[in-house]
């Protein structure tokens, strides 16, 4: 449904969209950002505006970030006193509470943060999870400190956002994100349980905790699960794959992944899983190729007895990793870090697909020249989004007190053994104790977490791909996913009113 802008509206809208692509967001009075991430949502998101019918005035609201914390903190390391940066930004308010990663690496700085929480906002709208979009980030390498220092950092940091109230279950929920994982997520908790006793939902403060600490079995392996899923639908979409004129189904594609941490490991696994040949994989200190097929679980071993996946006998290291984005591949998965695919490369990259593993991989002019070559480009708001969504089952897990599973599982089993029971007698057949054992047994947390992240998956890309197929402006994935995500968070907006 549309909204019902006012005659005054309407004309500022017309005005809008004949400025709009012309226009930089200064010309607009908006914020101009000088951090090529955040220029590229902004331009993502003009691109997507031009062809919705709101008031631009709701637009606007919805474009910028609400607010930013910015703060510096003594810490004292290694017998010195050191000021750490950090930042936390709270894009959207339009859904409570604010979600979204921390992230550890000397890269951080306001924008990039600011364009991580507008990204998490269309996220969480585009795959129907009720929170506004949040970022934090802390300007540290974590390998230059050690697992105390690091515990330290994180948790002054934790007691900073509490003072300024940009933490709780019902406020802003940070996860993990880029050079941060389970471990720094406990800290938090407990740090802010700490602080607050009474609340009885303190757990729910953050997520992608260790399952041991009110964590849910599957988040650490959600985001890559949930590109896995989302890669299938594509190969399996007859008239995309007749498009690229490529073969339908997984098996036997070439995937080369960019990442070996949490994103890129599982994604590379289950693809290989599926049936795809990864036959590359790029770290910052090399890379490694066999067109034959890489064993993930083989390099994760190597990487863990050596510290890197070079020299990984079963494959040729490349010591220019990044040149291997530009090989021969069918699918492309960049999953370490943002605007690795820019104008100073796009035009050599061969993959058919690219589906952005990583927040922002693909830089706003670069992915201008991959469409004219005729690539298609699977966004990060949709494809790495698995984390989000598995962290929203965390977060119900957390504030509703109980295991997924745990009231049903025995009742399921006990109902499918009836129903095999009564089968069986009808029939007079039997079956073998493993069929039976199959078909009784009740769903587990991991089975019931695993099959919701798979149903958004699939229903978010066809809600997507709808767009993409029935409106002739919508030219790639990208702006058919921004379309439906800022129409759903306008929607939002209109029937909620501005207060006062
Ligand atoms: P991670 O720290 O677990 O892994 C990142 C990996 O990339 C590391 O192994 C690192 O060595 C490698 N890397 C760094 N620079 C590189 C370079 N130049 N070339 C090749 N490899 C390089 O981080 P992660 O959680 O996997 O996050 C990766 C990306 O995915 C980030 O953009 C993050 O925002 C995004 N993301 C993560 C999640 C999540 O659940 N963890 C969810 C959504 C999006």
């Known amino acids: 449904m549309k909204s019902s802008p006012s005659k005054k509206d309407k004309k500022k809208t017309v005005a809008l969209k004949k400025t709009i692509a012309k226009k930089s967001a200064a010309e607009l009075a908006l914020p101009t950002a000088h951090n090529p991430f955040l220029d590229s949502v902004n331009r993502y998101f003009d691109k997507a505006v031009a062809l919705l019918d709101h008031p631009t005035g709701l637009l606007d609201q919805i474009r910028v970030c609400n607010s930013v914390y910015y703060m510096q ?13 950090a930042w936390r930004a709270e894009h959207s308010h339009h859904k409570m509470p604010c979600k979204g990663g921390i992230r550890y690496a000397d890269s951080v700085d306001q924008e990039e943060v600011q364009a991580l929480a507008a990204l998490m906002t269309y996220k969480c709208a585009v795959v129907d999870v009720p929170f506004g979009g949040g970022k934090g980030g802390i300007r540290i390498n974590p390998k230059n400190y050690t697992v105390d220092e690091l515990e330290r950092v994180t948790r002054r940091y934790t007691v900073e956002l509490i003072k300024k109230n ?11 994100d880029y050079g941060t994982g389970p471990r720094e997520m406990a800290w938090i908790a407990d740090t802010y349980q700490a602080f607050a006793k009474d609340e009885i939902n303190a757990l729910a403060c953050v997520t992608g905790k260790p399952v041991g600490q009110g964590g849910v079995r599957g988040r650490t392996a959600a985001t890559g699960r949930g590109l896995f899923y989302a890669v299938h639908e594509a190969v399996n979409d007859h008239e995309l794959m007749k498009k690229l004129k490529l073969d339908i189904g997984l098996a036997g594609k070439r995937v080369i992944v960019q990442g070996f941490g949490n994103v890129g490991y599982h994604a590379a696994k289950f693809l290989r899983e599926g049936g795809a040949i990864v036959i590359g994989i790029i770290e910052w200190d090399g890379a490694v190729v066999n067109p034959k097929g890489i064993n993930i679980d083989s390099l994760n071993e190597h990487r863990i007895k050596t510290g890197s996946i070079t020299n990984y006998p079963e494959a040729k290291t490349i010591k220019h990793g990044n040149t291997v984005l530009e090989h021969e591949c069918d699918i492309l998965v960049p999953a370490a870090l943002e605007s690795q695919i820019h104008i100073g490369n796009a035009a050599k990259i061969k993959a058919r697909i690219i589906a952005e593993g990583a927040n922002g991989p693909i830089t706003a002019d670069a992915e201008e020249i991959l469409l004219k070559k005729g ?24 504030i509703s007190h109980v295991r997924f599973g745990r009231m049903d599982k025995r009742f399921e089993e006990g109902s499918n053994t009836r129903l095999v029971n009564t089968v069986e007698k009808l ?16 769903a587990d947390e991991e089975d019931i977490v695993n099959s919701g992240l798979e149903d958004t998956m699939i229903s978010s890309y066809q809600s997507i791909m709808e767009i993409y197929y029935s409106n002739p402006k919508v030219k790639d994935m990208r702006v058919a996913a921004f379309v439906n995500s800022i129409d759903k968070i306008a929607q939002s907006y209109l029937s909620l009113g501005i207060f006062p």
């Open 375 to 398: 690539s298609f480009v699977m966004p990060d708001m949709y494809v790495n989004a698995g984390g989000v969504v598995v962290s929203y089952f965390e977060w119900l897990k957390n």
């Open 166 to 176: 940009f933490i709780g279950p019902s406020v802003d929920v940070p996860a993990p």
């Open 427 to 442: 029939t007079g057949k039997s079956l073998s104790v493993t069929e039976r054992q199959m078909i009784a047994r009740g």
């Open 73 to 85: 903190f003594p810490v004292r390391i290694k017998g010195d006193i050191h000021v750490v940066q």
